[in-house]
């Protein structure tokens, strides 16, 4: 089938509709392309399809530094400029908000602000994960292709921050070679960057038992100059693995990153941005939306390791911040002491069991791509807080959480700010300022 892409989705494909009108999400297909299809799912309301070949490429087209474009999972978008990959990304919030947000065309316009985005399209990843695999009785470590079931063993990812470019060969030829002697029972490999503190923190994920830490630890040493090499230990069922230990096997036991004013430490399963120069544009969006005064109180929901809690605190009289997962709660406390933070009660537990007793003036949220919860939103709304930061990973949770505030009739959203923290990809962070109705 020959089809044009007339549009990106929130997703690795292609948007084409055939003559008849019906959606075709085309995986490898770019906006603008022409391309010869074959469908492989034809359902009653859409189908999907693969790229055979390309008749005429879009005029967005570049050529990406990285060979396993449309291979590795790593960049779907590697193909398509830069400048069309933030097009597409204000369109499907645009969409998003309309669609499922129920919002008409003039309150999308006033809502909508220009996409932000830090200078680097490449080489702004502080993290990467190497997955394993057994093949032919090797063992070897790679990246997710964009098929799942693919491992695809790479030298270099341009993802990745440039300051420790070399490690990913390094840190994979060296676990591949003891791979290969005896089982590590290896999970996930985690290496994180900083090109700013010079921390190179490598992490093994593996279960709970018996380790060979010290023949691990000689091999990375001799291999790559990590400020850090830790065993990250986990158990349960496959689906619900649960940490059940971090133990340090080399060097610091932790990364350390510096954000904007703020130096922060954190453990390997502690989640932090992985852009750090495009989250600093998120710290400035959310303080430009609550603009908090030194009398005043603050929330911070889902605070993780403190990314917004600790320039909040510096601007706030006190600071309620929730967390749920144990490493980013003591991540947190241990952050605050690094930067002699007194005004803030650290609350571990679920957002909506948890929600601080103390009142508020201005609040920040920052879910899980989930979104909220209708109890959240509700908690949310009893407080007398003048204006909320939420910031969101997920266009369509997003709208359906503004559309509920907006019914809801306490908060209504004033501005809606795309972050491109994910270059090469269609995902985008975006912060939104809601103040009271």
Known sequence: ????????TYGPDGLARTPE????FVAGGLIGDTVEARICEDGPSFSRAVVEEVLEPSPDHVQPPCPFIGICGGCPWGGLSHEAQLQAKEENLRSALARIGKFSPKEVDDLMRPIRHAKDAWGYRNKIELAPVHENGKFRLGMHGRDASQI?????????????????????????????????????VAIRSSRRTGA??????????AFPRAQVSRVLGDAVRATSVVRVMSKGEKRARRVSG???????????????????????????????????????????????????????????????????????????????????????????DIANITNVDVIGGDAVREFPDEDADV??????????????????????????????????????D??????????????ATPVDLFPQTFHCETVVRLTRA
């Open 1 to 8: 089938m020959r089809l044009t892409i007339e549009t990106m």
């Open 21 to 24: 009108g019906k959606a075709v």
């Open 152 to 188: 695809i063993k790479v030298d270099a990812c341009p993802l990745f921050e440039k300051k420790h470019a070399k490690a990913v060969k390094a840190v994979a030829g060296a676990l591949g070679f003891l791979g290969n002697s005896r089982d590590l029972q290896l999970e996930r």
């Open 200 to 209: 190179l923190e490598v992490a093994l994920w593996t279960p709970t038992g």
């Open 246 to 336: 971090v133990e340090a096997l080399a060097g610091e036991g932790s990364w350390t990153e510096k954000i904007g004013d703020e130096t922060m430490r954190l453990s390997a399963p502690s989640f932090f941005q992985v852009n750090t120069r495009a989250a600093e544009i998120l710290i400035d969006l959310v303080m430009e939306a609550l603009d908090p005064q030194p009398h005043e109180l603050g929330i911070d929901l889902y605070c993780g390791a403190g990314t917004f809690t600790l320039p909040l605190a510096r601007r706030c009289e006190f600071v309620s911040a929730v967390e749920s997962y144990g490493p980013a709660v003591r991540d947190l406390r241990r952050n605050l």
């Open 363 to 400: 609040l920040v949220v920052d879910p899980p791509r989930a979104g909220l919860a209708p109890e959240a939103i509700d908690l949310i709304a009893s407080t007398s807080a003048r204006d909320v930061a939420y910031v969101s990973c997920d266009p369509a949770t997003l709208a359906r």
């Open 402 to 415: 503004l559309r509920r505030f907006v019914e809801e009739g306490t908060f209504r959203p004033v501005w």
